[in-house]
């Protein structure tokens, strides 16, 4: 909410730019619900400028049109009044702002590189209402276009405030949170406010504060403010394409945002390449060169391609895992071991398991209660990942219960890993709230398929001798290591 002092600093601002009186009057059209063509077509004809960009809009591939039109009104009828409304909106904008910018003391404001984020922005809203078959995609457009207007409403009536923020922080979500900081405001109020000074249509000034909120609810459905979420990081990184992490930064925003996934995304930025050249010749300013925006394409596809697969790997290795602990469930040991065994018997390569039980187990649970129990499981994890190689396999087998694959490990070669697993977890001190020291000790029991030596039949024979072997082992007075023999 923008307090008195910044409302009057905006409201009595002479170095913003006065809005022309084309654009005055498509304000007022855009106001008014009752607008005709014969109003539209009057006063776009009265700006030649706008009248040739109107006309190259509604034969630019953009719309798709099949028919080609020549004169004002022709180009109305193909568009539709209200999108000719706002289109010619979009241009009287950026072409009286990008001409007449506000006057800024600040060194480090690049007037160019601000309005090639806001065309490209706006061209990525487009993409996505397209991608997402909205029939407002006009307004998303201009939405996509005006969302960051407050940056230079800003840069315009506290230039030397502004500065001491602006010039060092790159990154846009921590501008935003600097300005809230120092100013009780960020850019997305300030621009809502001087929109709606220039009686911009309220649902296009308020998307630029609902766009810079946290995502609203999925039920909603894809509207004009989560695309215009979405279109800065799309901006984001069509222009920084070689910083890696405005991929991440998408990639987390189309699916809070928009519930879209990695391939929709490539779909959105084949649908940007396809307006690029129109958008770039319709606003007369160079995004990307032609070779170097094919290389960005390529590249965008490629890796959302590369990341997608990296997610879906990301999410099968969760599934494998089991949820407190973070070693292996039990379905993932019973697949790596039928695959080990098989291997084994195959090419003759010795299999070592182990079967890791922590002694006394129950009586954490029942003394210090299930919280310090589960941290005392987690911290017993972590102390057995220190001891394993890069090729061994952890799993959490039952409660308190662990099984170690051990690949082309033979007996004698488990031992001393082993030995030490043992002893590591021996050597755990784990401190409760109250000061008081847990310790815990575990008896183990191992297996391993050999030939020569002891050769199994199948992968559920070792599990077996395992579970022999430590049941041994307990008996034996625990904290001991038991290997089976026949």
Not at 141 to 168: D, R, T, W
Not at 379 to 394: K, P, W
Not at 426 to 431: D, F, H
Request: include cysteine.
């Amino acid at each position: 909410m923008l307090d008195d002092k910044l409302k009057s600093r905006l409201n009595f601002c002479t170095t913003l730019p006065s809005l022309p009186a084309v654009a005055i009057k498509i304000i007022e059209l855009a106001n008014d619900p009752d607008a005709d063509i014969g109003a539209a077509c009057q006063y776009i004809s009265l700006d030649p400028v706008l009248s040739a960009k109107l006309l190259k809009t509604a034969n630019a591939p953009l719309y798709k049109s099949r028919r080609v039109a020549t004169n004002v009104r022709q180009a109305v009828s193909i568009l539709g009044t209200h999108s000719v409304i706002v289109i010619a909106l979009s241009f009287t904008l950026a072409n009286s702002l990008m001409k007449k910018p506000a006057s800024s003391n600040l060194l480090d404001f690049d007037n160019d590189m601000f309005w090639r984020r806001s065309i490209t922005s706006a061209l990525a809203c487009r993409a996505l209402g397209e991608k997402l078959n909205l029939n407002f995609l006009d307004d998303l457009f201009l939405a996509g276009l005006v969302q960051e207007i407050g940056i230079l409403a800003f840069s315009a009536i506290m230039p030397e405030e502004y500065g001491k923020i602006f010039s060092p922080t790159v990154d846009h979500d921590l501008l935003l949170k600097k300005e809230r900081e120092t100013f009780g405001a960020g850019h997305d109020e300030l621009g809502c406010a001087l929109l709606q000074k220039w009686h911009i249509p309220d649902y296009i000034a308020l998307a630029c504060i609902a766009s810079h909120n946290q995502p609203e609810p999925r039920d909603l459905g894809p509207n004009l403010q989560s695309c215009v979420a979405v279109s800065r990081y799309l901006a984001d990184y069509f222009l920084y394409p070689q910083e890696t992490e405005k991929m991440t930064a998408l990639t987390e925003a189309a699916k809070n945002w928009l519930g879209l996934d990695d391939a929709a995304l490539v779909d959105v930025i084949k649908l940007m390449e396809v307006g690029l050249k129109s958008i770039e010749e319709l606003f007369d300013i160079r995004i990307h060169h032609t070779a170097e925006a094919a290389e960005i394409m390529a590249a965008a596809k490629e890796l959302l391609i590369i990341h997608s697969l990296s997610r879906v790997k990301e999410l099968e290795e969760k599934s494998q895992r089991d949820g407190l602990t973070g070693a292996h469930n039990r379905i993932h040991f019973d697949e790596t071991l039928r695959r080990e065994f098989n291997l084994s018997v195959q090419y003759n390569l010795p299999l070592t398991i182990a079967i890791i039980d922590l002694d006394h187990f129950k009586q954490v649970n029942d003394t210090h209660g299930h919280l310090a129990g589960d941290s005392l499981l987690v911290t017993v994890v972590s102390t057995i990942y220190e001891q394993m190689r890069q090729d061994d396999t952890l799993s959490r087998y039952g409660g308190e219960e662990f099984a170690l694959i051990l690949p082309g490990t033979t007996l004698t070669a488990s031992r001393s890993l082993i030995s030490r697993l043992k002893d590591a977890i021996a050597a755990i001190n784990y401190k409760l709230d109250n000061h008081y020291t847990i310790h815990i000790t575990a008896s183990i029991g191992v297996a391993s398929n050999e030939k020569d030596a002891t050769y199994f039949y199948a992968p559920m024979d070792m599990i077996k001798a395992a579970d022999s072997a430590l049941y041994a082992a307990k008996h034996a007075g625990r904290n001991q290591i038991i290997e089976w023999s026949p």
